[in-house]
């Protein structure tokens, strides 16, 4: 995607230090656009888990080249697999929700275990990095192709009126390492000409959606509303909204989703008023071994000044204002799991199907149980 007319990945190793691994700091956004090196792999666990880098898709690439960075510059002496494990383990403890990151660092793992000789392993670690972050990217820009049919056909039932798209939290190209997810059909069917609009939730308390989700639309040119994130019920109550479409930090191969707080709402609005919501992720992003999506996909509780506190742009800088009394508690879920009867289908670079395990099944044979 482009930023400014220029393009950018989320992630890339730094052009002049193959040391350096290099992101856009997404805390400072939309307000500064900041480009942060992160040399070591301790400097990667806290950019995951203070959010300097989030979203399903660039945790799991953000991962894959913070060990990477672990290969590069562990010493000499240091037996690498070991090294590396060790290195990986601290990154799994960042984030438990989105199962990118695990996934990521095991798949790592298991390309440094198969290289002989340190030569090999540190080139294997380069590969495996450069992979996850390409495949990424290349699987947004499928499921985009697969997932802007559903949009057509909403256009051309209204004869070519705006389709009115909803959608939750972050789950475009800041989220993943380049299209997004979420985004993904939307981008195709503007770039195709097709006449869309976007309602954006603004994804208390981090304010994904007003804070990324509005300015990556913006810099791409889709028309777009910022709206609070309890006024999505009362637009489908309108017919103001005619398709749901969000991303997914972790999926169970039985179709439950587990996504940013508040998802869960959006498809009981959506089932009430009878609008199609729809997931949208890559393979990386589903896990092949859990049944139940509310008992066993892990819920993120982060700290609660997240929600006492705003962060927003006053006399040139960015600044953080309390919002609740002193001495009141706060509490802070980052993740909700939405059953899969409520929803419509999944989007994936294989392809859209239904959300239950015999379809997902057939879309990845090599997975079914």
């Known amino acids: 995607m482009k930023v400014q007319g220029e393009h950018y990945r989320t992630i890339w190793i730094h052009p002049d230090d193959l040391k350096v691994v290099q992101i856009i700091d997404q805390r400072d956004l939309p307000h500064r656009f900041v480009v942060e090196d992160l040399v070591t792999t301790g400097e990667v666990a806290a950019a995951i888990k203070d959010m300097h880098v989030r979203g399903a898709g660039l945790i799991g690439a953000t991962a894959g080249y913070g060990m990477y960075l672990a290969a590069v510059t562990a010493p000499a002496q240091t037996e690498l697999v070991a090294h590396l494990e060790a290195q990986g383990a601290e990154l799994k403890a960042t984030r438990p929700t989105a199962v990118n990151l695990a996934w990521a660092v095991d798949r790592q793992l298991a390309a440094v275990r198969s290289a002989a000789g340190r030569d ?6 380069r590969r495996c990095a450069d992979e996850i972050a390409d495949e990424d990217a290349e699987f947004c820009r499928r499921l985009g192709e697969h997932g802007v049919s559903l949009i057509e056909a909403i256009s051309k039932r209204k004869a070519g009126a705006p389709v009115n798209i909803l959608t939750h939290c972050n789950a475009g190209w800041l989220a993943f390492v380049d299209y997004g997810s979420a985004t993904a059909p939307i981008y195709a069917a503007f770039d195709r000409g097709i006449k869309v609009h976007v309602w954006v939730d603004e994804t208390r308390p981090r304010n994904q959606g007003a804070r990324l989700t509005a300015w990556e639309l913006g810099q791409h040119g889709v028309p777009h509303t910022v709206i609070p994130d309890n006024v999505g019920g009362h637009l489908m109550q309108h017919q103001l909204v005619d398709l749901v479409i969000t991303g997914t930090d972790r999926t169970t191969h039985t179709g439950d989703v587990g996504n940013k707080i508040g998802t869960y709402l959006k498809a009981l609005a959506a089932k009430d008023n009878d609008v199609p919501f729809y997931v949208a992720l890559p393979s990386s992003t589903f896990d092949w071994e859990i049944e139940d999506g509310v008992a066993e996909i892990p819920i993120e509780q982060r700290g609660g000044d997240e929600v006492r506190y705003a962060r927003g742009w006053l006399d040139d800088q960015i600044q953080e204002v309390r919002l609740t009394p002193a001495d009141s508690p706060a509490a802070n879920y980052a993740f909700d799991v939405t059953p899969r009867r409520l ?27």
């Open 343 to 369: 929803i419509t289908g999944l989007i994936t670079e294989r392809g859209i199907c239904r959300a239950d395990k015999d379809a997902i099944g057939e879309l990845y044979p090599e997975h079914r149980r």
């Open 120 to 125: 090999e392993q540190l080139a294997a670690a």
